[in-house]
Every structure is written in structure tokens, then in C-alpha cells.
Nanobody, 126 residues
Framework: QVRLTESGGGSVQAGGSLTLTCEISGNKFSPSCMGWFRQGLDGKRTGVVSLWRGGEPVYADSVKGRFTLSRDPVTDILTLQMNGLQPEDTAMYFC????????????????????WGHGTQVTVSS
């Protein structure tokens, strides 16, 4: 059974930094697309960043220049470095991946999600 496990959430003051990690286990194949989504108090889940294997990360406009995603090519561990955090970044952050393949545009448009983690909370105070 495929499992995504997030870690690294917490509480920081505005301007602070956090690093989130996502580990995938139980998968036979390396997924072509992985990324992070977040869900705020409004209950809406939105894409934060996605990464197509062999490509460059695609970031939501709201986090460009502040968040940086990397993916270990061997372990598929995703690392999301979040700098300059603001109260509007407060949300539950979820890691997501596809089973194996997807259309690249689905990845870059952040319209994917065969597997999801349970989420990790990020709270930013002003």
C-alpha cells in the first residue's frame, strides 16, 4: 500500500521559515509527478507546487520567490523549503503524487492526486 508521510510543520512568526518533507513508501514505481497542496480554514485545497520528474518545479503565484521544492532522485523524498512565511500561508499542507504516470500538463496545473498524505499543519502568526 502506497503511503505518503509529511513532516516538518509547526508554528512560526511572520517572516520565519519552515521545511516540510514528504516520504513515499510502498510504491513499486517512482511517480512522474509529486507536489504539495494546502487547505486553509475555508476548506478549499489549492496547489502550492508541483514537480514533473526531470522538469522544474511549478509554483503557485502566491509562493513564488519564497518557497523552494526539491526531490531526491533516488528516494523521491520531497523537501519544501518555505521562507518569508506570512499569516496567509497558514494551512494544512498535504503531499500528493500520482500512481506512476500522468499527463505533464495535469502535473503543472496541479490537477493530480492519486495518493495523499494526512497533512502537516503550518501556522504563521503576525
Amino acid at each position: 500500500q502506497v503511503r505518503l508521510t509529511e513532516s516538518g510543520g509547526g508554528s512560526v512568526q511572520a517572516g520565519g521559515s519552515l521545511t516540510l518533507t514528504c516520504e513515499i513508501s510502498g510504491n513499486k514505481f517512482s511517480p512522474s509527478c509529486m507536489g504539495w497542496f494546502r487547505q486553509g480554514l475555508d476548506g478549499k485545497r489549492t496547489g502550492v507546487v508541483s514537480l514533473w520528474r526531470g522538469g522544474e518545479p511549478v509554483y503557485a503565484d502566491s509562493v513564488k520567490g519564497r518557497f523552494t521544492l526539491s526531490r531526491d532522485p533516488v528516494t523521491d523524498i520531497l523537501t519544501l523549503q518555505m521562507n518569508g512565511l506570512q499569516p496567509e500561508d497558514t494551512a494544512m499542507y498535504f503531499c500528493a503524487s500520482v500512481k506512476q504516470f500522468t499527463i505533464r500538463s495535469h502535473c503543472e496545473m496541479m490537477t493530480f492526486g492519486d495518493y495523499w498524505g494526512h497533512g502537516t499543519q503550518v501556522t504563521v502568526s503576525s
